[in-house]
């Protein structure tokens, strides 16, 4: 039998066979099939963020990873006398801000410890002290750790100083209950392959059309120009160039088995589920985390390496996977630390399973290594 892959990463994750089995087909981009899929996608992902056309929004799908479409935000709807403050708790935030740097995009760059959130009270010191910031970035889920920052309390801010307001929802969207529109966010950006547990291959972001619509010629890149794919998906449908057809086909397949599934509230609930089954056996392991419990979210946690004199975090990873248990390395400053994720096609007795690979491999480490 085939042994089962599971991903305890921040994506790709695991994903369902039936995901799979939704690209088995070819299909050409012009094809009416695919063409109602995107459709299909991109009134449901704004469903999903509790907005519609109708209340001004739009759903604008870019082919690539979730950086070209954090990439495709920035660099299209910051104008040359807009300035853009940029959050920053961990290496997404630095993703945005070497973006803006290679844009030429005039930004003031706020940083605080990975440890430590983003405050709304920090937000609005920022916002007083440079009054010509025009838009504000921010994390949601800072993957680099796992915390989450209180966008709907820095969205607040934003909107009683009317700054629009970007926010890289990669690792959250689908896996956390999100109004966009009462978080007062302006722009969401999120990916095929995070929470709605599709395949890699394209990025979307939710976008206010007030909004979006000044960005009309003003991308500082043609693939990535954010209004001119809106324009193109709206006017034919089409993409601008070569979709990604079956990771589209796959993530339809993925949207109905999130519906399925109870949608957004009812897979928050099972990954929280996860988390707490994770938190709870890998204490019992004397494993400790980075994060203090209060700023922890529940898509990925940090831990630090444990205090066994012969740990080998390579070994560790090694066994773990020899297994079938593919967890994610993570440097955090100068603290040694590890991840795990749990989100994906990740249910309790997948926990439960890795808990009892962690509690063989620390038994295997515990013994004296014979080195060779
Ligand atoms: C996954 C992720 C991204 C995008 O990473 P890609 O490798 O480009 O898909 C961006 N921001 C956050 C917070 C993420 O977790």
Redesign the pocket.
Known sequence: MERKELLFT??PLTTSKTVKEAMLKDMGSRDYTFMNAVKEIRNELLQLAHVSKESGYECVIMQ?????G?ESVISSIIGNNDSLLILVNGA?GE?IVKMADIHKIRTVVARVPENEIITPEMTEQLLQQHPGITHVAC?????TTGLFNPVAEIGRVCKSQAKVFIV?A??SFGGVEMDMQAMQIDFLVS?S??CIEGI?GF?FALCRRMELEKAKGQARSLSLDLYDQWAALEASGQFRFTPPTLSIMAFRQALRELATEGGIRAREERYRTNKLLLDSGMARLGFRQYLEPGIQGHIITSFLYPDTPHFSFDRFYKKLNERGFVIYPGKLGKTDAFRIGNIGQIFPQDVKALIEAVAEVMQEEQAPVAEA
């Not at 994390?139 to 993957?143: A, D, F, L, N, W």
């Open positions: 921040p994506g690539g990873s979730g950086t070209f954090v997404y993703r994390i949601h889920s800072e993957t890289d990669m690792s990916s392959n995070k890699p990025a």
